[in-house]
Protein backbone atom coordinates (compact mmCIF):
# COMPACT_ATOMS: atom_id res chain seq x y z
CA UNK A 1 0.00 0.00 0.00
CA UNK A 2 1.10 3.31 -0.71
CA UNK A 3 0.45 6.28 1.49
CA UNK A 4 1.48 9.89 1.39
CA UNK A 5 0.27 13.36 2.63
CA UNK A 6 0.74 16.81 0.91
CA UNK A 7 -1.48 19.91 1.16
CA UNK A 8 -3.09 21.93 -1.27
CA UNK A 9 -3.35 25.49 -0.56
CA UNK A 10 -6.26 26.91 -1.92
CA UNK A 11 -5.60 28.41 -5.56
CA UNK A 12 -8.85 30.60 -6.05
CA UNK A 13 -11.21 32.83 -3.64
CA UNK A 14 -14.43 30.43 -2.17
CA UNK A 15 -16.43 32.56 -4.98
CA UNK A 16 -14.82 31.14 -7.63
CA UNK A 17 -14.64 27.64 -6.29
CA UNK A 18 -18.36 27.45 -6.23
CA UNK A 19 -18.27 27.65 -10.37
CA UNK A 20 -14.86 26.81 -11.22
CA UNK A 21 -15.33 23.21 -13.84
CA UNK A 22 -18.83 23.67 -14.84
CA UNK A 23 -19.82 20.96 -16.70
CA UNK A 24 -22.93 23.03 -18.83
CA UNK A 25 -22.48 22.21 -21.94
CA UNK A 26 -24.00 22.02 -25.45
CA UNK A 27 -22.31 19.77 -28.94
CA UNK A 28 -23.63 19.19 -31.91
CA UNK A 29 -22.22 17.31 -34.66
CA UNK A 30 -21.06 19.09 -37.49
CA UNK A 31 -23.52 17.33 -40.40
CA UNK A 32 -26.39 18.32 -38.37
CA UNK A 33 -25.11 21.45 -36.68
CA UNK A 34 -26.90 23.82 -39.25
CA UNK A 35 -30.54 22.24 -38.09
CA UNK A 36 -30.23 22.09 -35.08
CA UNK A 37 -30.54 26.12 -33.47
CA UNK A 38 -31.20 25.20 -29.72
CA UNK A 39 -30.63 22.81 -27.09
CA UNK A 40 -31.08 23.39 -23.76
CA UNK A 41 -31.78 21.64 -20.28
CA UNK A 42 -33.23 23.80 -17.11
CA UNK A 43 -34.14 22.85 -13.74
CA UNK A 44 -36.09 24.03 -10.79
CA UNK A 45 -33.33 22.95 -8.82
CA UNK A 46 -29.41 22.52 -8.34
CA UNK A 47 -28.70 24.73 -9.95
CA UNK A 48 -25.89 26.49 -7.29
CA UNK A 49 -24.67 25.24 -4.43
CA UNK A 50 -26.70 28.08 -2.83
CA UNK A 51 -29.47 26.03 -4.47
CA UNK A 52 -28.71 22.51 -4.03
CA UNK A 53 -30.90 19.35 -4.75
CA UNK A 54 -31.45 17.81 -1.06
CA UNK A 55 -32.35 14.34 0.05
CA UNK A 56 -36.15 13.56 -0.76
CA UNK A 57 -36.65 16.58 -3.42
CA UNK A 58 -38.49 16.25 -6.03
CA UNK A 59 -37.81 19.25 -9.20
CA UNK A 60 -39.22 19.80 -12.65
CA UNK A 61 -37.22 20.42 -15.46
CA UNK A 62 -37.58 22.01 -19.12
CA UNK A 63 -35.94 20.58 -21.70
CA UNK A 64 -35.70 22.75 -25.11
CA UNK A 65 -34.91 21.69 -28.47
CA UNK A 66 -35.20 24.37 -31.47
CA UNK A 67 -34.90 22.78 -35.59
CA UNK A 68 -34.81 24.77 -38.13
CA UNK A 69 -35.78 21.88 -40.27
CA UNK A 70 -37.06 18.33 -40.39
CA UNK A 71 -34.44 16.40 -38.86
CA UNK A 72 -34.11 12.08 -39.49
CA UNK A 73 -34.39 11.32 -35.15
CA UNK A 74 -34.95 7.88 -33.37
CA UNK A 75 -35.17 9.27 -29.85
CA UNK A 76 -34.73 11.94 -27.37
CA UNK A 77 -32.91 10.27 -24.26
CA UNK A 78 -32.37 11.70 -20.27
CA UNK A 79 -29.66 10.62 -18.19
CA UNK A 80 -29.57 11.76 -14.50
CA UNK A 81 -26.21 10.28 -13.57
CA UNK A 82 -23.64 10.54 -10.32
CA UNK A 83 -20.32 9.11 -10.49
CA UNK A 84 -16.58 9.62 -7.85
CA UNK A 85 -13.56 9.90 -9.84
CA UNK A 86 -10.43 8.82 -7.65
CA UNK A 87 -6.53 8.73 -8.64
CA UNK A 88 -5.07 5.51 -7.69
CA UNK A 89 -1.82 7.70 -6.86
CA UNK A 90 -0.75 10.98 -5.89
CA UNK A 91 2.40 10.43 -8.43
CA UNK A 92 0.35 11.53 -11.63
CA UNK A 93 1.14 9.51 -14.88
CA UNK A 94 -1.81 6.63 -14.40
CA UNK A 95 -5.20 6.57 -15.08
CA UNK A 96 -7.88 7.38 -12.39
CA UNK A 97 -10.27 5.18 -11.06
CA UNK A 98 -14.36 5.76 -12.01
CA UNK A 99 -17.46 4.07 -10.34
CA UNK A 100 -20.86 5.01 -10.18
CA UNK A 101 -22.88 6.11 -7.36
CA UNK A 102 -26.45 6.23 -9.32
CA UNK A 103 -27.48 5.88 -12.58
CA UNK A 104 -31.28 6.72 -14.18
CA UNK A 105 -32.77 7.24 -17.40
CA UNK A 106 -35.90 8.72 -19.55
CA UNK A 107 -37.07 8.29 -23.03
CA UNK A 108 -38.80 11.74 -23.63
CA UNK A 109 -39.67 10.91 -27.27
CA UNK A 110 -39.25 8.59 -29.30
CA UNK A 111 -39.91 7.73 -32.94
CA UNK A 112 -43.53 5.78 -34.07
CA UNK A 113 -43.39 3.68 -37.14
CA UNK A 114 -46.77 2.63 -38.03
CA UNK A 115 -45.64 -0.95 -38.12
CA UNK A 116 -43.24 -0.37 -41.08
CA UNK A 117 -39.99 -1.57 -40.67
CA UNK A 118 -37.53 1.19 -42.30
CA UNK A 119 -40.10 3.15 -41.85
CA UNK A 120 -38.85 7.52 -41.89
CA UNK A 121 -38.28 8.62 -38.28
CA UNK A 122 -38.65 12.65 -38.32
CA UNK A 123 -38.46 15.07 -35.65
CA UNK A 124 -40.66 18.12 -37.00
CA UNK A 125 -39.01 21.56 -37.31
CA UNK A 126 -39.94 23.87 -34.85
CA UNK A 127 -39.80 24.20 -30.97
CA UNK A 128 -39.79 21.05 -28.91
CA UNK A 129 -40.51 21.65 -25.25
CA UNK A 130 -40.14 18.24 -23.00
CA UNK A 131 -41.09 18.74 -19.44
CA UNK A 132 -40.08 16.07 -16.51
CA UNK A 133 -39.68 15.51 -12.95
CA UNK A 134 -37.17 13.96 -10.79
CA UNK A 135 -38.05 12.56 -7.04
CA UNK A 136 -34.24 12.60 -4.88
CA UNK A 137 -34.47 9.58 -2.65
CA UNK A 138 -34.27 10.17 1.07
CA UNK A 139 -30.81 9.66 0.92
CA UNK A 140 -27.81 11.75 2.06
CA UNK A 141 -25.97 11.46 -1.09
CA UNK A 142 -21.96 13.68 -0.34
CA UNK A 143 -21.52 16.89 -1.77
CA UNK A 144 -19.91 17.96 -5.12
CA UNK A 145 -16.14 18.30 -5.08
CA UNK A 146 -13.46 18.77 -7.81
CA UNK A 147 -10.33 18.36 -7.14
CA UNK A 148 -6.99 17.26 -8.89
CA UNK A 149 -7.12 13.94 -7.00
CA UNK A 150 -10.54 13.14 -7.38
CA UNK A 151 -14.22 14.60 -7.97
CA UNK A 152 -17.89 13.67 -7.16
CA UNK A 153 -19.67 14.90 -9.70
CA UNK A 154 -23.93 14.99 -10.64
CA UNK A 155 -25.05 15.17 -14.25
CA UNK A 156 -27.89 15.59 -16.25
CA UNK A 157 -27.46 14.67 -20.00
CA UNK A 158 -30.13 15.16 -22.49
CA UNK A 159 -29.71 13.93 -26.25
CA UNK A 160 -30.83 13.43 -29.46
CA UNK A 161 -30.39 10.20 -31.14
CA UNK A 162 -30.26 10.02 -35.21
CA UNK A 163 -30.40 6.38 -37.03
CA UNK A 164 -27.13 5.37 -38.40
CA UNK A 165 -26.32 2.31 -40.63
CA UNK A 166 -27.23 -0.75 -40.13
CA UNK A 167 -30.29 -0.05 -37.56
CA UNK A 168 -27.36 1.70 -35.08
CA UNK A 169 -27.81 5.44 -33.73
CA UNK A 170 -25.44 8.33 -33.45
CA UNK A 171 -25.71 11.51 -31.40
CA UNK A 172 -26.93 14.36 -33.09
CA UNK A 173 -26.83 16.62 -29.92
CA UNK A 174 -26.18 16.56 -26.74
CA UNK A 175 -26.23 18.79 -23.83
CA UNK A 176 -24.58 18.70 -19.81
CA UNK A 177 -26.01 20.17 -17.18
CA UNK A 178 -24.42 19.94 -13.56
CA UNK A 179 -26.35 19.79 -10.95
CA UNK A 180 -25.17 20.35 -7.58
CA UNK A 181 -26.49 17.85 -4.18
CA UNK A 182 -25.73 19.00 -0.35
CA UNK A 183 -26.72 16.49 2.34
CA UNK A 184 -28.24 16.93 5.64
CA UNK A 185 -25.25 16.87 7.86
CA UNK A 186 -26.66 17.82 11.27
CA UNK A 187 -25.32 17.12 14.75
CA UNK A 188 -26.82 17.38 18.05
CA UNK A 189 -25.70 21.06 19.37
CA UNK A 190 -22.66 20.96 21.70
CA UNK A 191 -22.22 23.92 23.88
CA UNK A 192 -19.22 22.47 25.22
CA UNK A 193 -15.88 24.48 23.95
CA UNK A 194 -13.62 21.96 22.61
CA UNK A 195 -10.63 22.28 24.69
CA UNK A 196 -7.07 20.85 23.71
CA UNK A 197 -3.56 21.33 25.71
CA UNK A 198 0.09 19.63 24.27
CA UNK A 199 3.22 20.02 25.15
CA UNK A 200 5.01 20.77 21.36
CA UNK A 201 8.82 19.53 20.96
CA UNK A 202 11.22 20.44 17.94
CA UNK A 203 11.93 17.73 15.39
CA UNK A 204 15.01 17.00 14.55
CA UNK A 205 16.43 14.08 12.13
CA UNK A 206 12.43 12.56 12.20
CA UNK A 207 12.86 12.46 15.97
CA UNK A 208 11.01 14.31 18.95
CA UNK A 209 14.35 16.98 20.28
CA UNK A 210 13.81 19.11 23.33
CA UNK A 211 10.40 20.54 24.25
CA UNK A 212 9.56 23.82 22.49
CA UNK A 213 6.13 25.54 23.83
CA UNK A 214 3.10 24.40 26.19
CA UNK A 215 0.03 25.38 23.84
CA UNK A 216 -3.58 25.29 25.39
CA UNK A 217 -6.39 26.50 22.66
CA UNK A 218 -9.66 26.87 23.40
CA UNK A 219 -12.55 26.77 20.70
CA UNK A 220 -16.01 27.94 21.41
CA UNK A 221 -17.42 25.21 18.98
CA UNK A 222 -16.72 22.00 17.54
CA UNK A 223 -19.07 22.00 15.02
CA UNK A 224 -18.20 24.14 11.79
CA UNK A 225 -20.88 25.55 9.63
CA UNK A 226 -19.34 26.92 6.23
CA UNK A 227 -20.12 31.05 6.22
CA UNK A 228 -19.98 31.34 10.21
CA UNK A 229 -16.78 31.77 12.81
CA UNK A 230 -15.93 30.84 16.12
CA UNK A 231 -13.62 32.15 18.77
CA UNK A 232 -10.07 30.67 19.44
CA UNK A 233 -7.98 31.35 22.75
CA UNK A 234 -4.73 30.04 22.38
CA UNK A 235 -2.18 30.27 25.71
CA UNK A 236 1.58 29.72 24.94
CA UNK A 237 4.03 29.15 27.93
CA UNK A 238 7.45 29.05 26.82
CA UNK A 239 10.00 26.40 27.55
CA UNK A 240 13.27 26.66 27.47
CA UNK A 241 13.93 30.13 25.80
CA UNK A 242 12.05 29.16 22.74
CA UNK A 243 10.74 33.08 21.98
CA UNK A 244 8.08 32.51 19.41
CA UNK A 245 6.96 35.46 17.14
CA UNK A 246 3.86 34.07 14.75
CA UNK A 247 0.88 32.21 15.36
CA UNK A 248 -0.76 30.31 12.47
CA UNK A 249 -3.96 29.27 12.00
CA UNK A 250 -5.24 26.62 9.63
CA UNK A 251 -8.69 24.79 8.09
CA UNK A 252 -7.34 21.70 6.57
CA UNK A 253 -10.02 18.69 5.19
CA UNK A 254 -8.21 15.86 4.83
CA UNK A 255 -8.85 13.37 2.19
CA UNK A 256 -7.87 9.47 2.56
CA UNK A 257 -8.41 7.18 -0.31
CA UNK A 258 -9.16 3.06 -0.20
CA UNK A 259 -9.32 0.82 -3.25
CA UNK A 260 -11.96 -1.45 -2.15
CA UNK A 261 -14.57 -1.31 0.27
CA UNK A 262 -13.24 -3.84 1.90
CA UNK A 263 -10.53 -1.88 2.63
CA UNK A 264 -10.28 0.21 6.25
CA UNK A 265 -9.47 3.83 5.63
CA UNK A 266 -7.33 3.70 8.41
CA UNK A 267 -5.02 1.89 5.34
CA UNK A 268 -5.50 4.36 2.71
CA UNK A 269 -4.52 4.38 -0.64
CA UNK A 270 -3.12 7.76 -0.25
CA UNK A 271 -3.95 10.71 1.87
CA UNK A 272 -4.09 14.60 1.13
CA UNK A 273 -4.45 17.52 3.26
CA UNK A 274 -6.35 20.35 1.59
CA UNK A 275 -6.01 24.10 3.13
CA UNK A 276 -9.60 25.50 3.27
CA UNK A 277 -8.38 29.17 4.73
CA UNK A 278 -5.96 30.21 7.27
CA UNK A 279 -5.00 33.59 9.44
CA UNK A 280 -2.06 34.52 10.64
CA UNK A 281 -1.65 36.20 14.73
CA UNK A 282 1.60 38.17 15.48
CA UNK A 283 2.60 37.91 19.20
CA UNK A 284 1.36 41.07 20.76
CA UNK A 285 4.79 42.12 22.09
CA UNK A 286 6.21 41.77 19.06
CA UNK A 287 3.82 44.01 17.20
CA UNK A 288 4.27 46.63 20.14
CA UNK A 289 8.26 46.44 19.35
CA UNK A 290 8.84 46.15 16.00
CA UNK A 291 5.89 47.77 14.50
CA UNK A 292 4.06 50.70 16.75
CA UNK A 293 6.24 52.68 19.19
CA UNK A 294 3.21 54.04 20.84
CA UNK A 295 2.03 50.70 21.93
CA UNK A 296 5.24 50.43 24.58
CA UNK A 297 4.08 50.43 28.06
CA UNK A 298 0.27 49.49 27.19
CA UNK A 299 -0.83 46.29 28.99
CA UNK A 300 0.02 43.15 27.49
CA UNK A 301 -1.29 39.88 27.21
CA UNK A 302 1.84 38.16 28.74
CA UNK A 303 2.26 36.93 32.60
CA UNK A 304 4.83 35.33 34.09
CA UNK A 305 5.09 32.24 35.96
CA UNK A 306 6.68 31.40 39.29
CA UNK A 307 9.52 30.02 37.54
CA UNK A 308 9.78 32.78 35.36
CA UNK A 309 8.22 31.25 32.42
CA UNK A 310 6.51 33.79 30.24
CA UNK A 311 2.69 32.66 29.22
CA UNK A 312 1.25 34.66 26.63
CA UNK A 313 -2.38 34.43 25.41
CA UNK A 314 -3.83 35.12 22.04
CA UNK A 315 -7.68 35.73 20.81
CA UNK A 316 -8.90 35.59 17.10
CA UNK A 317 -12.04 35.55 15.19
CA UNK A 318 -11.55 32.57 12.91
CA UNK A 319 -13.88 32.58 9.55
CA UNK A 320 -15.01 29.46 8.01
CA UNK A 321 -15.13 30.07 4.12
CA UNK A 322 -18.54 29.48 2.45
CA UNK A 323 -17.34 27.07 0.04
CA UNK A 324 -18.19 23.11 -0.58
CA UNK A 325 -16.25 20.86 1.46
CA UNK A 326 -16.43 17.15 1.57
CA UNK A 327 -19.26 16.72 4.50
CA UNK A 328 -19.92 12.95 3.75
CA UNK A 329 -17.79 10.11 3.09
CA UNK A 330 -18.21 7.35 -0.23
CA UNK A 331 -17.28 4.28 -0.37
CA UNK A 332 -13.65 5.41 -1.41
CA UNK A 333 -13.40 8.88 -0.02
CA UNK A 334 -13.33 9.70 3.68
CA UNK A 335 -12.93 13.57 4.71
CA UNK A 336 -12.18 14.34 8.06
CA UNK A 337 -11.24 18.11 9.10
CA UNK A 338 -9.26 19.52 11.61
CA UNK A 339 -7.83 23.07 12.98
CA UNK A 340 -3.93 23.30 12.93
CA UNK A 341 -2.50 26.02 15.23
CA UNK A 342 1.10 26.49 14.34
CA UNK A 343 3.51 28.05 16.36
CA UNK A 344 6.40 29.62 14.77
CA UNK A 345 10.01 29.78 16.65
CA UNK A 346 12.54 32.09 14.89
CA UNK A 347 16.05 30.36 14.41
CA UNK A 348 18.64 33.29 14.76
CA UNK A 349 21.38 30.29 12.95
CA UNK A 350 18.90 29.05 10.16
CA UNK A 351 15.45 29.67 9.01
CA UNK A 352 12.74 29.62 11.24
CA UNK A 353 11.44 26.43 13.11
CA UNK A 354 7.53 25.94 13.71
CA UNK A 355 5.36 23.20 16.29
CA UNK A 356 2.25 22.29 16.30
CA UNK A 357 -1.13 20.42 17.22
CA UNK A 358 -4.14 19.76 15.56
CA UNK A 359 -7.97 20.14 17.00
CA UNK A 360 -10.48 17.85 15.25
CA UNK A 361 -13.58 19.37 14.50
CA UNK A 362 -17.00 18.33 13.23
CA UNK A 363 -18.15 20.14 9.72
CA UNK A 364 -22.15 20.46 9.15
CA UNK A 365 -24.01 21.68 6.25
CA UNK A 366 -27.21 22.81 8.38
CA UNK A 367 -27.92 24.09 11.75
CA UNK A 368 -30.63 21.61 13.80
CA UNK A 369 -33.30 24.72 13.59
CA UNK A 370 -33.12 24.61 9.72
CA UNK A 371 -33.09 20.72 9.85
CA UNK A 372 -36.18 21.31 12.09
CA UNK A 373 -37.89 23.54 9.63
CA UNK A 374 -36.74 21.65 6.23
CA UNK A 375 -38.32 17.96 7.80
CA UNK A 376 -41.39 19.81 8.82
CA UNK A 377 -42.11 21.32 5.34
CA UNK A 378 -41.33 17.78 4.26
CA UNK A 379 -43.52 16.13 6.41
CA UNK A 380 -40.68 14.01 8.24
CA UNK A 381 -41.61 15.46 11.48
CA UNK A 382 -44.21 17.69 12.88
CA UNK A 383 -43.71 21.07 13.67
CA UNK A 384 -41.50 22.05 16.46
CA UNK A 385 -42.20 25.07 18.26
CA UNK A 386 -39.30 27.23 19.51
CA UNK A 387 -39.49 30.08 21.45
CA UNK A 388 -36.97 32.13 18.62
CA UNK A 389 -37.16 31.99 15.19
CA UNK A 390 -34.81 34.28 13.76
CA UNK A 391 -33.67 33.22 10.40
CA UNK A 392 -34.14 31.71 7.20
CA UNK A 393 -31.37 30.06 6.47
CA UNK A 394 -30.03 28.04 3.91
CA UNK A 395 -29.54 25.28 4.25
CA UNK A 396 -26.49 24.63 2.58
CA UNK A 397 -24.36 28.11 3.74
CA UNK A 398 -25.61 29.47 7.34
CA UNK A 399 -26.51 32.45 5.06
CA UNK A 400 -29.25 34.63 6.18
CA UNK A 401 -31.50 36.39 4.10
CA UNK A 402 -31.11 39.67 6.11
CA UNK A 403 -28.23 39.33 8.26
CA UNK A 404 -25.44 37.72 6.35
CA UNK A 405 -22.86 35.03 8.08
CA UNK A 406 -23.90 33.54 11.87
CA UNK A 407 -21.42 33.16 14.12
CA UNK A 408 -21.16 30.39 16.07
CA UNK A 409 -22.22 32.22 18.98
CA UNK A 410 -25.28 33.01 17.23
CA UNK A 411 -26.04 29.78 16.25
CA UNK A 412 -25.67 28.44 20.12
CA UNK A 413 -28.00 31.11 21.06
CA UNK A 414 -30.62 29.96 18.39
CA UNK A 415 -30.80 26.86 19.50
CA UNK A 416 -33.78 26.78 22.01
CA UNK A 417 -34.95 22.70 21.15
CA UNK A 418 -35.92 20.38 23.75
CA UNK A 419 -33.74 17.53 24.19
CA UNK A 420 -36.88 15.51 22.96
CA UNK A 421 -36.93 17.41 19.49
CA UNK A 422 -33.56 17.59 19.01
CA UNK A 423 -33.41 13.62 19.34
CA UNK A 424 -36.58 13.61 16.81
CA UNK A 425 -34.81 15.37 13.98
CA UNK A 426 -32.19 14.07 14.15
CA UNK A 427 -33.50 10.36 13.98
CA UNK A 428 -35.42 11.60 11.60
CA UNK A 429 -32.42 12.61 9.08
CA UNK A 430 -31.58 10.62 5.52
CA UNK A 431 -29.21 7.93 6.04
CA UNK A 432 -25.69 8.03 5.06
CA UNK A 433 -25.24 7.09 1.54
CA UNK A 434 -22.22 4.68 2.62
CA UNK A 435 -24.35 2.79 5.63
CA UNK A 436 -26.60 1.39 3.11
CA UNK A 437 -25.85 -1.67 1.39
CA UNK A 438 -24.83 -0.94 -1.83
CA UNK A 439 -27.62 -3.58 -3.64
CA UNK A 440 -30.04 -1.62 -1.37
CA UNK A 441 -29.78 1.80 -2.11
CA UNK A 442 -32.53 3.50 -3.74
CA UNK A 443 -31.66 5.36 -7.32
CA UNK A 444 -33.92 8.99 -8.31
CA UNK A 445 -36.90 8.50 -10.12
CA UNK A 446 -37.26 10.23 -13.59
CA UNK A 447 -40.75 10.88 -14.61
CA UNK A 448 -42.27 12.45 -18.13
CA UNK A 449 -44.71 15.07 -17.77
CA UNK A 450 -45.66 16.31 -20.91
CA UNK A 451 -44.26 17.65 -24.52
CA UNK A 452 -45.37 20.67 -26.83
CA UNK A 453 -44.38 20.97 -30.02
CA UNK A 454 -44.57 24.95 -31.51
CA UNK A 455 -44.02 24.29 -35.18
CA UNK A 456 -42.43 27.35 -37.65
Request: hydrophobic share 40%; charged share 20%; proline share 6%.
Amino acid sequence: MESSAHLITPSVTPNDALTRGRKDSSSFPSMLNSQITMFKITTSAGNSIEQPVRPGDRFSGVLVVQLSRPISATQVVLDLTASERWATTLKGGTRPERTHIFAANLVLWKAVRNGAANASTVLSDGLHVFNFSCQIPNLNYPQNTQRPEFEITYLLEAKLLAPKDYGSEQVAGKVTKELFFTPLVVLAPNLEPLVVAETLYFEKKGKRGKPAVEVRAVANTRQLLPGSKIKLDVSIKEIASSSWTRIMVRLIERTRCRISTQMPFSQPLWSADRELVHTEVVRSSVYSYFINDEMLGKPTSETKTANGETVTTESLMFNIPAIPVGAMSTDHLDFTHFIRIEVIVPNWLSSDRSVYMDMPVQMMTCEINNAARFLSRRGSIPSIERKTDSDNSSVVSGKSESSGLRSAHTMERSTVMSEDAQAMVLGSLPPRYFDVAAEQRPTPTLTFVKQMNMNQ
